[in-house]
């Protein structure tokens, strides 16, 4: 089941690497969008590696991207949570062997014409990837982000718990190179 739900996950990460073309003269590009193509054999992140601002995996950071479909997006991380239990709702628990983890942060999206859709993916030190999980709590930060809001919440990961934290990934664009990403 695991391999399955991370198979899957590597193909929506390779469906946004290729579904947004070409970015290269876009003055509001931070990063190329040339990705070589991913495959269920790649374990190595860094082959398809998002592309776009990259800052530290600490409080505090901020990044900015200007995606041609979503507008400006600004990403702060106010804190991270290990464990993060206490953000699970009630009757939810943590698997067995795993860990929550979650970060919390605020995002502001303003001066675009659609509403900027979120997906979010944390890459463990073993290279592993796993998409961020609904706690069924209010706390959630929610994938979508409408024009002219700031939203505040966690965004939350289930992982085993021998594993630790390389980067989170924010994807805000189906164009690529417009990634926020928080690296230890």
């Excluded at 054999?41 to 601002?53: C, I, L, Y």
């Excluded at 997906?119 to 990837?129: A, K, P, Q």
């Excluded at 021998?162 to 926020?180: C, L, N, P, Q």
Aim: proline residues 5%; hydrophobic residues 40%; charged residues 25%.
């Amino acid at each position: 089941m695991k391999r399955t739900l991370i198979l899957a996950l590597l193909g929506m990460v390779a469906l946004t690497a290729c579904g947004g073309g070409d970015n290269d003269d876009d003055p509001g590009a931070t990063g190329s969008s040339d990705r070589p193509e991913a495959t269920s054999e790649t374990k190595d992140f860094d082959a398809f590696r998002p592309k776009g601002v990259t800052v530290p995996l600490k409080a505090g950071s901020t990044a900015e991207v200007t995606p041609p479909d979503a507008g400006k997006v600004k990403m702060t991380l106010k804190s991270i949570k290990s464990p993060a239990d206490e953000l699970l709702a009630p009757g939810l628990t943590v698997g067995e062997g795993s860990q929550m983890w979650a970060i919390e942060a605020v995002v502001e999206v303003s001066g675009g014409s659609e509403t900027a859709v979120a997906d979010f993916v944390v890459e463990t030190t073993d290279g592993n990837l796993y998409g961020w999980m609904g706690t069924a709590s209010p706390h959630d930060l929610l994938y979508n982000f409408a024009q002219g809001t700031t939203r505040e919440g966690f965004v939350s990961f289930q992982f085993p718990e021998d594993e630790k934290v390389a980067r989170v990934v924010a994807s805000f664009s189906s164009y690529a190179g417009y990634d926020i990403i928080f690296e230890e």
